[in-house]
């Protein structure tokens, strides 16, 4: 089946810590995104790729990183410098004009 | 520039009742809109999209047109059912960017 996954589906992260998460397609999308989502809002957009070994900063990436090496693999790293980073991630990818979503990581901070 | 506008949530609905959530827009050229789904905890899915003007997409009874001349996209289905309750959102997809509207909550009462 193909599709995009997204692990793992809880993250704890304690002060001052750096935590990644893992965003894998099988769509043979060239184009991939993350967005970020708090309770109860619309989301916003942290970084973007349209192609492998390049990336760009959406609206909100101070305090995250991303890297981009394989075609399959956009993973995420929320780093110690984002003071608020409780949230619901979620990971994209698409064709020309069709996004497909993962099914979200909640990240916590203990 | 490129924006989309949703009607605010929730809406509240009785089971078999008529649903509209509206979707208006602003954006140069010929962009491509589409409505998402998002269940409680879950990743957005693609729910239907219009490619042009005057297209009609459709999918598990829901309907949405693509009116240039009115801007909007609005979100319609004839009898809703409790399993439809959910976070609706309207995008736009204009020279390879997606633009999000906030998102409507529908709950539907049994």
């Known amino acids: 089946d193909g599709g995009i996954t997204q692990s793992p589906k809880y993250l704890f992260r304690k002060e001052g810590q750096n935590v990644t998460l893992s965003c894998e397609q099988n769509?043979?999308?060239?184009?991939m995104y993350w967005y970020r989502q708090d309770p109860g809002q619309g989301l916003r957009l942290i970084y973007y790729?349209?192609?492998?070994?390049?990336?760009q900063k959406g609206d909100i990436a101070e305090g995250y990183s991303v890297s981009r090496e394989k075609k399959e693999s956009f993973p995420l790293t929320v780093t110690s410098a984002q003071k608020n980073p409780t949230a619901f991630y979620l990971c994209?990818?698409?064709?020309?004009?069709?996004?497909?979503f993962g099914p979200g990581t909640r990240l916590l901070v203990l | 520039g490129n924006s989309v506008t949703q009607m605010e949530g929730p809406v509240t609905l009785s089971e078999e009742a008529f649903l509209t959530i509206n979707c208006t827009y602003t954006?140069?050229?010929?962009?491509?809109l589409f409505w998402y789904v998002q269940y409680p905890g879950e990743g957005l899915q693609l729910l239907l999209k219009?490619?042009?003007?005057?297209d009609k997409g459709s999918n598990k009874g829901f309907e949405a047109t693509y009116r240039k001349e009115t801007t909007s996209f609005h979100l319609e289905k004839g009898s809703v059912q409790v399993s439809d309750s959910a976070v609706y959102f309207c995008?736009?997809?204009?020279?390879?960017?997606?633009?999000f509207g906030s998102g409507t909550k529908l709950n539907v009462k049994p």
């Open positions: 790729s349209q192609i492998v070994n390049d990336f």
């Open positions: 994209a990818s698409s064709t020309r004009e069709t996004q497909y």
């Open positions: 995008v736009l997809y204009n020279f390879n960017k997606f633009y």
């Open positions: 954006a140069t050229g010929y962009p491509s």
């Open positions: 769509l043979n999308h060239d184009a």
């Open positions: 219009a490619t042009k003007a005057d």
